[in-house]
């Protein structure tokens, strides 16, 4: 079990440009989380997926915001056109669909110039 | 909708003192209780959680909480600090939805420094 991974761990990029994340699950976990979390809050929901289907996307996600998992197993967080309130952490995490924990990756953290 | 409020953002004890994290949830259904810990920089480590089994629930690094559903609080304690505790935890709330539960809702969080 090498745990959830998260690619980059740190993103610092211009206002206006597009920036992609990425996040590896635990293997067997078909449930897959996107959270943020900006300073001196706790995460905030933004979408999942069940395999390769979306489920559920916050009213946080922008239409500048798209999540993908294309084949069930890694997902993508593309931001574009990013402004500075997109500067946060953003979080993955994974989980078996019926157990209801999560295990979360060490984040990406975006900052936007 | 299920919320979450943790009471003190900031809590400093003495190393060797009793650790008291406050946690409060709102739900309208049952719920599944979570506390995370985040060391700076970095993701969200699971200390312990809640799913309607025993209401005192044991977790890592000698931590425990306890769910009173009369009170809708699921407090963190540990009776002895350690300096290596200090890090931000997070109170977190699920609730079942068509079956299986999913999205998390986290408190603000509450800092613990560890004074020696």
């Known amino acids: 079990d090498t745990g959830v991974s998260q690619d980059p761990r740190h993103k610092i990029t211009k206002r206006g440009q597009n920036v992609t994340f990425r996040c590896d699950p635990i293997?067997?976990?078909?449930?897959l989380y996107w959270y943020r979390q900006t300073l001196g809050q706790g995460p905030e929901f933004l979408t999942y997926?069940?395999?390769?289907?979306?489920?559920?996307k916050s009213r946080l996600l922008s239409d500048r915001f798209s999540a993908e998992r294309p084949k069930g197993s890694f997902s993508t967080l593309e931001i574009q056109r990013t402004e500075q309130g997109d500067s946060a952490m953003y979080l993955c995490a994974s989980s078996l669909a019926q157990s209801g924990t999560q295990y979360f990756g060490p984040g990406t953290r975006l900052t936007v110039l | 909708a299920q919320s979450v409020t943790q009471l003190g953002s900031h809590v400093s004890v003495s190393e060797g003192a009793l650790v008291l994290l406050r946690c409060n949830y709102s739900s309208s259904v049952p719920p599944y209780l979570f506390w995370y810990v985040q060391y700076p920089n970095q993701g969200l480590q699971l200390l312990l959680k809640y799913t309607s089994a025993a209401t005192l629930v044991k977790g890592i690094n000698g931590f425990e909480a306890e769910f009173k559903k009369s009170e809708t609080s699921f407090h963190l304690t540990k009776p002895s600090a350690h300096m290596s505790d200090a890090a931000e935890y997070f109170c977190?709330?699920?609730?079942?939805?068509?079956?299986?539960?999913?999205?998390?809702?986290f408190g603000k969080g509450t800092l613990l420094t560890v004074n020696p």
């Open positions: 997926f069940q395999n390769e289907a979306q489920l559920e």
């Open positions: 293997s067997e976990h078909n449930r």
């Open positions: 977190a709330v699920s609730v079942s939805s068509g079956g299986s539960n999913y999205k998390l809702t």
